[in-house]
């Protein structure tokens, strides 16, 4: 009996813990595998959670069926951002980026494939990386984080082709402008700035927060997410979420939202939005209503 309730009290604490880890966790990141069957998820204490999107979404689904098949340790911190290949669960964290093939990982064999560091400034810099862009037609790779640099890196060989310098703070998101092509990178500064990949150099810059219509002071000039869909890009953070035109640089809709936003896409004539901090992915089936939650 003794024995018994000994070894009780680990398991008690153990459990004690874990509550407490999912109290304050936080999904930084999501990505879906390329058959579109699975998510991948991201969290605060880096580690990666695969969910059945297939077995969750059917008619026969169990509470058990909305929790992790499988879930590593990634990364030593946070898994800042993931994006798949048609092979490869690429993961962010701090100071480097991981390639794990998405075929070993639905048979629960999550062995790290690859590891790259860009070529920051000095030895001691271990920036976040916050950002990662894939841009099919050239293969690339592109990261931007805490050092205020974008880094392209060629998916190939896995070597680093340049950097662009432009922000004065450190870099929260990233968008594709297939047609251009071009990149948009939003940061802290306040600014998106459009980056021409042909030539690697910046050709347009927009300081979201000195528009009177968008500016919000009190929430800083921070610009958090941002998508693009040819001529048109929406972005927000600090200054409230709106629709720019972009050749003009011109502020045409500014949505009527107060908190700020960490998330945002073009669905066809819609835009939507996501934000908050649990150990849940909310799942929607339609726009106007959340079928059921995944948690870790």
């Not at 860009?118 to 990261?143: D, F, G, M, Q």
């Amino acid at each position: 009996m003794e024995r018994a309730a000994q070894q009780a009290v680990p398991l008690g604490q153990m459990e004690v813990f874990e509550a407490l880890q999912r109290l304050h966790m936080t999904v930084f990141s999501q990505s879906v595998s390329p058959c579109g069957k699975f998510l991948a998820a991201g969290n605060n204490y880096g580690q990666i959670a695969i969910f059945s999107l297939s077995a969750a979404l059917s008619s026969e689904a169990k509470e058990e069926s909305k929790k992790p098949m499988v879930t590593f340790q990634a990364h030593d911190g946070p898994v800042y951002s993931m994006v798949s290949t048609d092979r490869h669960l690429l993961s962010a964290g701090d100071g480097e980026v991981k390639a794990w093939l998405w075929a070993e990982i639905l048979k629960k064999g999550c062995k790290e494939l690859w590891r790259r560091q860009p070529p920051y400034r000095t030895s001691l810099e271990v920036p976040e990386i916050n950002a990662l862009l894939l841009v099919p037609k050239e293969n690339l790779l592109i990261l931007a984080g805490g050092d205020c640099q974008l880094h392209a890196m060629d998916l190939e060989t896995g070597t680093f082709m340049w950097a662009l310098r432009g922000h004065t703070d450190y870099i929260h998101c990233l968008a594709l402008r297939e047609r251009s092509p071009e990149v948009l990178s939003g940061g802290e500064d306040g600014a998106v700035r459009l980056w021409d990949l042909r030539t690697a150099k910046e050709v347009q810059t927009i300081e979201v927060y000195k528009h009177e219509e968008c500016s919000r002071p009190h929430n800083g000039r921070w610009i958090g997410c941002l998508a693009t869909d040819s001529d048109w890009m929406v972005c927000g953070g600090g200054p409230a979420l709106t629709l720019w035109h972009l050749r003009s640089s011109t502020p045409t809709t500014v949505f009527p939202m107060r908190a700020p936003q960490k998330h945002v896409t073009f669905y066809q004539d819609l835009v939507l939005t996501a934000a908050g901090n649990s150990c849940r992915v909310d799942v929607f089936t339609n726009l106007g209503y959340r079928a059921f939650s995944l948690s870790f």
